[in-house]
Every structure is written in C-alpha cells, then in structure tokens.
C-alpha cells in the first residue's frame, strides 16, 4: 500500500506541477525577490512576522480591490453609485490563500521548527484579521464566523456521581463550551 502511495507522488511530481504548485513556486519567489530587494537585504532565516506584514503591504500597491476610507461618502455602501478616491488594495481572500501557500513553501524547504515559520507568526493573523474586518465594514458587509457544528449525542442520563452536583465543576463540559467559543 505504501509503495503504491510513493509511486502515485512520484508520478505526479515528475508531471507538470498542479496549478496549486505553480501559483506556491511563483509566490515563494517573489517573497525571495522581495527580501532580496528589502533595504537592507534580508535572508530568510532573519526574517519575522514583521517583514511578511511588511510584504502584503508592498503587496496592496498592486491590489486591484476599492477599500473606501471612514471619510469617504460610500464608506459602508455595498455598491456605490459612483467612482473615488479611495485606495485599491489587495482583497482580504488573496492575502489569505497567499499566507496559506507561503505557509506551506517554508515547510517544505525545511525552514526549520513550525515556530520559526514566519507566515504562521501571531502578528500575521491578527493582521489578516484586521484586513478582513475592515474590508468588511468599508463595503457594510460584516463578516459572520461560519459556526462549527457539534456532533449529536444521545441524551445521556444523570446519576448521583455525574459532578451534577452544586459547587462541583465539569471539566468535559467546561472543555466544550470552551472550545466552542473560542472556535
């Protein structure tokens, strides 16, 4: 079964690469480019969650979406009536998928321990968090977090020794009620 798995990569990987591929190997060098380029220049091993927000920011120059700024007269407006000013920017959606292939590229160079994985930093995701957020809120879309769907379970029946009892703590429960809100 293993060998069978091993020649189905092999195969595929001495055919063209899948679009996905393509688009990863393109991205990955332009973000060498980009730290080739950065005053002063930067290797990769010195490079932080910092340098990649700075990345998708030299990246918004480029971006083709309309973000309306709080003074504009179409701020929330879905579908404004006419053209302005406001600044084009990379969309909330691009800069994701592209974190994700980054994210994917540093792996498989061997970049190192997944906390030294510069696309997967805190900041990145805060940062795509804003973006996301106010792209919403510039074109009055709010973004509504897809819930996750709990499994059913069969109603279970309680017993003296459940922990149902007052002062006691339910440490599953507190678990999925946790989980669930944090998702």
């Excluded at 380029?37 to 971006?63: M, T, W």
């Excluded at 969309?91 to 160079?109: K, M, P, T, V």
Aim: with cysteine.
């Amino acid at each position: 079964m293993e060998g069978e798995t091993a020649a189905k990569v092999a195969a595929s990987s001495s055919s063209s690469p899948s679009r996905y591929e393509s688009q990863k190997r393109r991205d990955w060098n332009t973000f060498l480019q980009y730290l080739k380029n950065h005053k002063p220049p930067l290797s990769l091993s010195r490079c932080s969650g910092a340098h990649v927000i700075e990345f998708l920011k030299y990246l918004d120059q480029f971006g083709k979406t309309k973000v309306h700024a709080g003074p504009c007269p179409f701020f929330g407006e879905p579908n404004p009536p006419a053209q302005c000013t406001c600044p084009l920017r990379q969309a909330w959606g691009s800069l994701d998928a592209l974190i994700g292939r980054l994210r994917a590229a540093f792996e498989e160079i061997g970049g190192g321990l997944p906390e030294a994985n510069p696309f997967a930093a805190k900041a990145v995701r805060i940062y795509l968090k804003e973006v996301r957020e106010t792209q919403a809120k510039a074109r009055g879309i709010p973004y509504d977090k897809k819930k996750r769907k709990r499994p059913t379970t069969p109603a279970a029946t309680h017993t003296a020794g459940d922990g149902d009892h007052a002062g006691g703590s339910d440490v599953g429960a507190a678990l999925v009620v946790s989980a669930a809100t944090t998702v």
